[in-house]
């Protein structure tokens, strides 16, 4: 029985997503992690997002993010709000990315980061190799969990502006369609996937706005878990996401459930099931 290696990568927008990363890097992955040693998976975890380091310098942002995609096209789960997110435009992008992925020149300034990395796991931009033109298969396994809104009376102005599209009345009209619109390619996405035998699946999840935490310390804990399992040094990171983070900490997310579960049980789930199919050798009972 060969050994295996899979890396579980991590989508969502940023600043509205401390809670879930966290919940699933704190009490997700460990599980995860020590049931597939037992069946000789190396499992790894990376945050498509939060690994980025010098994107802002460098204009790299995209091209980072689809590297991370492509590096393993086992697993792409995405965890989705009520945030659009951020539009990179053409004074975001460097040239390597659109040499490398000529495609994207139909999309930047149009598409937030989120969606992007959610077009390019699912149906991929064709990327320019060794003079080549090279069509990527979709990932194999795509979980999306799209996250309630239940919670949106207990948060202060300050917070609408970091867990919705709130601003002017018709841009969030207009950002709150082009989630929607977003939503609708996912489950377009479904049945194509369906058809090539692929798995692709789409859970709604609620979770519990605690007045007790701290989403400011929330980030930090996630920060340095990631940290540790990475060895890499995110000082820079935190410092300049620091400066643009809600600044009203009273409150963050936890206690998330699918259905009446924890939705812990539901991830670890859905990832087990994607493994035993990618590697029915390791996981015979």
Known sequence: MATQHVTLMITSTFYDMFGEYYYFLKEVFPELKEYCAKHDVILY???VAFSLLNDYSDRSII??????????????????GHKLGWKPDYM???????????????????????ELAIMHAIHPFDKYVDDDIVELDPVKHALFYFREFNFVDE?????KMFFTNMGDDENKKVHDLEIAKAKDLIFEAKRDFSKKGRDLR??????????????HEIFLQYADEYSKITNMNLDMFIKTHEEN??????????????????????LIKDIIEGLKDEFPENFKE
């Open 45 to 47: 975890y990376r945050d």
């Open 63 to 80: 091209l980072d993010d689809f590297h991370s995609i492509d590096f393993d096209r086992t697993f792409f789960i995405c965890f989705r």
């Open 92 to 114: 975001n992008v460097n040239g390597l990315t659109l040499d490398e992925y000529p495609e994207l020149v139909k999309y930047v300034g149009n598409v937030s980061i989120t």
């Open 155 to 159: 948060l202060s102005e300050t917070q």
């Open 202 to 215: 789409i859970r709604y999840y609620e979770g519990n706005w605690n007045r007790n935490l701290d989403m």
């Open 245 to 266: 983070m809600c600044y009203d900490y009273n409150g963050c997310l936890d206690d998330f459930k699918y259905e009446n579960q924890p939705l812990k049980d539901v």
